[in-house]
């Protein structure tokens, strides 16, 4: 069974960007697409784009539409997630996911906090 | 964009009774691609259901999903002290995927 291990909390400022990685483990990294769903403080969940790592093409919600970048590196088994020109509204929990239409597994969350 | 609206926004049952769950689409979910998860404080969302009635691996029998179209339904059949959790609902069968806004399961 595949599991996911993100990256550490971070803390960025206002309009930088932040990148964060999801390393898979025990399965075949190549087979799986990788999802990334976000959670704000107290919110719901929120889908923000997808990887199909074999093929190296992704695909984002109309609204993250050319802030965020998601990539992945089949060397190490890893996707990454990027979000450019921060607000604090970005200030989540981003998960990742692996994605056969649902998602299961979901990596741990990497806290993401915008403030000045 | 599919819009999924979930209800009740609290339901508030004590351990041993039955919880309904609503999930309605704005639009008919093809093949009713349906999810269901389980989201406790401080952790990642569980996939409970998948398919709209499909268990998900060593998901007690006790959960159950039903529906089709734009009408979907998690039911629980006997509340146990750990299943009071905020639950959501997922579609995944037109792009861009979508969750409800999530039902929180609270102890009466």
């Known amino acids: 069974q595949v599991q996911l291990v993100q990256s550490g909390a971070e803390v960025k400022k206002p309009g930088s960007s932040v990148k964060v990685s999801c390393k898979a483990s025990g399965g075949t990294f190549s087979s799986y697409i990788i999802s990334w769903v976000r959670q704000a403080p107290g919110q719901g969940l929120e889908w923000m784009g997808r990887i199909i790592p074999i093929f190296g093409s992704a695909n984002y919600a109309q609204r993250f539409q050319g802030r965020v970048t998601i990539t992945a590196d089949e060397s190490t088994s890893t996707a990454y997630m990027e979000l450019s020109s921060l607000r604090s509204e970005d200030t989540a929990v981003y998960y990742c996911?692996?994605?056969?239409?649902?998602?299961?597994?979901w990596g741990q969350g990497t806290l993401v906090t915008v403030s000045s | 964009e599919i819009v999924l609206t979930q209800s009740p926004g609290t339901l508030s049952l004590s351990p041993g009774e039955r919880a309904t769950l609503s999930c309605r689409a704005s639009?008919?979910?093809?093949?009713?691609?349906l999810a269901w998860y389980q989201q406790k404080p401080g952790q990642a969302p569980r996939l409970l259901i998948y398919g709209a009635s499909s268990r998900a691996t060593g998901i007690p029998d006790r959960f159950s999903g039903s529906g089709s179209g734009t009408d979907f339904t998690l039911t629980i059949s006997r509340l146990e002290p750990e299943d009071f959790a905020v639950y959501y609902c997922q579609q995944y069968g037109n792009s861009p995927y979508s969750f409800g806004q999530g039902t929180k399961l609270e102890i009466k």
């Open positions: 996911a692996t994605d056969p239409g649902w998602f299961d597994p």
């Open positions: 639009q008919s979910v093809s093949s009713s691609y």
